[in-house]
């Protein structure tokens, strides 16, 4: 009879279900950016399918649209029985979040790439460690450049993109260190996250300065620059990741871009040598997930390599073609992650660390 | 009479037309398209919360909207609203984060004035050299806005910073800011609102009651038989310039005082450009310019409650590009309604 009893209220619940909604709220960059709205929403989106609950994504147009769109998504949680969850995506939301969050204390809301300026019970706010994943990428292009340059295009100087160039120009400098070979960045902004055309026109007149290599911190800009890069090496290659590769294998130079945020490799095969990411993704579904299962608790998540909240990318299409060149950067890459899981190296997140920073103690395993 | 009606007729047949458009656009991707035309106007004014959104939206884009349309009526084309804006919007923060101590009555306008002296300076550059050199202000204005751009920028990021890194001014002293005339929730309505209608007053008064109005809108018509009439063009071209600006600039001060409350990196957005089209489809008539940007504001107002039924944002966005394409191409408009006035 009991068990009767236990199987009739599961088989109610699974019916009716719970009622529960997660909305996200994107910034101008909007969906289609690959890399930190889609990421956020791919999160949300698997949280979703395996909660069973629905998810909603809503885009703003302009910052004005930041208190209404936040708004609106609030009111439509705070009519699901069960409430829900709003994802507030980008650091310039910071204002209208804070705003529209002390208006709804019972729903919950969550942040990504910024934490609100006081804690508040109903927020939480997830922040990434971008330098330990652009160090990687730092490293790598140190290594894979002939000319010795390397370019980084950020879209505006906010602290997440500005963490990413102290831990790429981090990585340049240990290869420095420990190689002896000299490589300088060439850094550059669009002043915006939404026009990859302006990605384009930086990253174009970046090689002409002789870069070959290009880091892109600069959400839906980066896309113009992995497409100038592609046009690049199409032009000496041919089209297509076996041409690529073979030119690659057989040791001439060609241009390359480094993804960001998302594993961007896949954009242009070959061409997008390894992508700097950060769990975006995993803060969208632990957002959700938290919210659903009451372990929500407001205040600050730190995700860094520790937490496998950064990484860089598979190399899927680009591996043969790194170790070609240089043979060693990968192994020594595990090391060097190693000793930063370790804590005997900090990899820094501001301009004044970034100037201490120095991997001179450090000695590669042969 | 006749022919006010043929320039009120063209924009409305214009948003006819582009709704039927749009509700095909909305049909093909299966979604209906009466239930998402109901939660565009239910998102737009709907509920209190819903007009004053609309209204907040629609304040910078009259602004904007009298700029450019001011700009027409004088022949010249105005494409640097946008950086006047950013310029004017700039030095209000600049002045009102660091002049804090003023009282209320002595900060509001004279931080509205820094703001529309920097936006007029900043299009009076391109006037001056349209006049002097002949050099084409829509290329002149276009750098200006590239030259805004980054100046913000560098403020932005530098002498104005927040010290928090992020690309914002500080939050301008409580003083400056404008009075709220309705709350609701998180959303405020300021007075910035009232600022824009008395802007378009100014404006028709300034073209249809006083001579240097009548001397800009003639250099408008004809420069030529302005001139041997004994009107100075080059003079009258920077005059319009500067007040097209410093109607740019009281929109960028509008949005700092009124909204955002700080200088924010991108605070421009687009608006200025979005003056353009407003101005296109109010007939650079203050009043129709009113009307133009309440549309257009209500249009992306509720665009945003379309969103929810999963119609996306860029139909609104199709929307307006069919309407601003169908008034600039408004013969097209006239042909039709001419050739239905013979087969009546």
């Known amino acids: 009879m009991k068990r009767f009893l236990v199987i009739a209220l599961l088989a109610v619940l699974f019916t009716f279900g719970f009622s529960f909604k997660a909305i996200m709220v994107t910034d101008t960059g909007g969906l289609g950016d690959k890399s930190f709205n889609d990421g956020t929403w791919a999160g949300i989106k698997k949280a979703g399918e395996e909660l069973k609950i629905e998810t909603k994504v809503v885009m703003s147009l302009e910052q004005s649209d930041y208190v209404p769109n936040l708004t609106k998504a609030a009111e439509e949680v705070l009519k699901e029985k069960d409430g829900g969850v709003v994802f507030a995506v980008g650091f310039m939301m910071q204002d209208a979040l804070e705003k529209v969050a002390k208006q709804y204390p019972t729903v919950y809301f969550a942040c990504i790439d910024f934490t609100p300026s006081s804690t508040l019970p109903n927020v939480i706010g997830f922040l990434f460690k971008e330098q330990e994943a652009a160090f990687s990428v730092g490293y790598i292009a140190a290594a894979m450049t002939k000319t010795g340059k390397v370019g980084f295009v950020g ?6 993109v500005e963490r990413y160039r102290y831990g790429y120009e981090a990585g340049v400098k240990a290869y420095q260190d420990l190689k002896g070979k000299k490589v300088t960045v ?28 290009i880091f892109a911190a600069a959400g839906a800009c980066g896309n113009g620059v992995i497409e100038a890069a592609k046009e690049k090496s199409e032009k000496l290659a041919g089209k ?48 959700v997930k938290w919210a659903y299962t009451g372990q929500f608790k407001g205040g600050t998540q730190t995700l860094g390599l520790k937490e496998q909240g950064v990484r860089i990318s598979q190399l899927t299409y680009t591996k043969e073609i790194i170790d070609k060149v240089a043979p060693t950067v990968l192994k020594e890459i ?12 900090t990899i820094p997140d501001s301009e004044d660390a970034l100037k201490a920073f120095t991997v001179k103690g450090v000695k590669l395993p042969k | 009479m006749k022919k006010m009606f043929q320039s009120i007729a063209v924009p409305v047949i214009a948003v006819v037309i582009a709704l039927v458009i749009s509700a095909l656009v909305i ?90 002296v920097a936006g007029a300076g900043w299009a009076a550059i391109a006037g001056f050299l349209k006049a002097k050199t002949g050099a084409h202000e829509v290329v002149t204005t276009i750098m200006l806005n590239s030259i805004t751009t980054y100046i913000a920028s560098f403020m932005v990021t530098g002498p104005l910073a927040t010290g928090y890194g992020s690309p914002k001014s500080p939050e301008i002293s409580t003083s400056a800011q404008l009075p709220i005339l309705m709350r609701v929730g998180a959303m405020e309505l300021s007075s910035g609102i009232v600022i824009a209608i ?43 310039m500067a007040i097209s600006g410093a109607l740019a600039g009281l929109a960028g001060v509008t949005e700092l005082m009124g909204v955002h409350h700080r200088f924010l990196g991108e605070l421009a957005g687009g ?74």
């Open chain 1, 155 to 160: 879209g505006i100087a906010i602290p997440p």
């Open chain 1, 186 to 213: 060439v850094r550059g902004y669009t002043n915006e996250f939404s026009d990859p055309k302006k990605g384009k026109d930086l990253a174009i007149s970046q090689f002409s300065q002789g870069v070959d290599i």
């Open chain 1, 240 to 287: 297509g990741l076996e041409n690529i590769k073979k030119y690659a294998l057989s040791g001439k130079a060609l241009y390359y871009a480094i993804g960001v945020d998302v594993d961007q490799d896949y954009v242009a095969p070959g061409v997008v040598l390894t992508s700097a990411t950060k769990g975006v993704d995993m803060a969208g579904y632990y957002g």
């Open chain 1, 334 to 345: 595990d090391y060097l992650q190693g000793l930063i899981l370790k804590g005997t190296i």
């Open chain 2, 27 to 116: 049909l093909a991707i299966g979604k209906n398209p009466i239930e998402a035309y109901g939660s565009l106007i239910h998102g737009a004014f709907g509920n209190q919360q819903a007009i004053i959104d609309t209204l907040i939206k629609s304040t910078p884009l009259i602004l904007t909207g009298l700029a450019v349309g001011f700009g027409f009526r004088a022949g010249v084309f105005n494409i640097g609203a946008e950086g006047q804006m950013g310029i004017g919007a700039l030095a209000a923060a600049t002045f009102a984060s660091n002049f804090g101590g003023l009282p209320p009555a002595i900060a509001i306008p004279l931080t509205m004035l820094i703001g529309m």
């Open chain 2, 198 to 240: 008395l802007a378009a007053v100014f404006m028709y008064v300034f073209l249809n009651k006083t001579t240097s109005g009548y001397e800009i809108k003639a250099v408008g018509f004809n420069p030529y038989a302005a001139e041997y009439g004994g009107i100075s063009v080059s003079k009258n071209v920077i005059l319009a």
């Open chain 2, 271 to 344: 608006k200025g450009f979005d003056g353009i089209s407003i101005a296109l489809i109010g007939q650079n008539n203050p009043i129709g310019i009113i009307f133009a940007a309440i549309l257009i504001g209500a249009l992306r107002t509720g665009s945003n409650e379309m969103q929810f039924m999963g119609v996306s944002k860029y139909i609104v966005m199709i929307t307006q590009a069919i309407v601003i394409f169908l008034v600039a191409a408004d013969r097209i408009v006239r042909a039709i309604y001419a050739r239905k006035k013979v087969e009546a």
